[in-house]
């Protein structure tokens, strides 16, 4: 026999559950009320606001050219701009090799930068402007000192340039600290031919395909010649190296022989 429940016995548990389905409409309400207010708090307050943009990796260039060309300015919103475009406005810069731009906690903007590796310096009138591994060239707002890299000298074309930096990118650093300037010195025998001035006071001529393979082995070369003499380090074919006294006694007497020829009747 099927049992029958009072009406009344019904009515505390329905109750119950009217109350429960309530209270849970209600905490929504409340929940929703309460993330909108602070959403439309965070954005009226200074926390949405960029308050410092940091850049890292910067060294050819002033940390503040990459946050003029950023466009970002402190007091902007944190969410009104796009990553990606930032990354391609300072891409355009040609010492500029990758860029990663991202908001860091609530209110900073990081920028890291990889710039080209510096190789040297080019000549360009009474100055003197960086020259960086992928063969593009800075422009300094004034005279610069050659502290860490050679300086280029005659190397308009560039096929000839790049070749060459390929090369200054395979010498050890230590080598390339000791070198101070390298003229581009093409004969009709060989249109590589180059003339290398060293710290050290000596004079290295080299063909640009073999140049690191055979420079590296400069120091090793130089430990076996006497320190006091210094002259000519010949890398073209084998290693050969002159005095100086020798070059320029010969080069006195080649002279002398001219100005005889040219003497006589």
Known sequence: MEKVIDIEDRIPTLKERRRRRTNKKFSILLFLFVTTLLIVLYFQSSYSQIQTI???????????????????????????FKEQKITKLIEQNDWVKSVNVKRNWLTEVDIRVEEYKKIGYVENGDRLHIILENGKNIETDGQVLPEDGPILAGFDDEKIRIRLIKELEELDSEVLQTISQINYTPTDKDVYSIQVFMNDGNEVQAIIPSFSEKMNYYPSIVSQLEPDV????????GTFFQPYKEVYSQEIEEEAVEVEEEQAP
């Open 54 to 80: 940091s850049v890292s990796g910067a060294s050819l260039v002033p940390k503040e050219q990459y946050i003029e060309q950023s466009s970002l300015k402190l007091g902007d919103s944190m969410w009104s």
């Open 230 to 237: 210094k002259g000519i380090i010949d890398l073209e074919v």
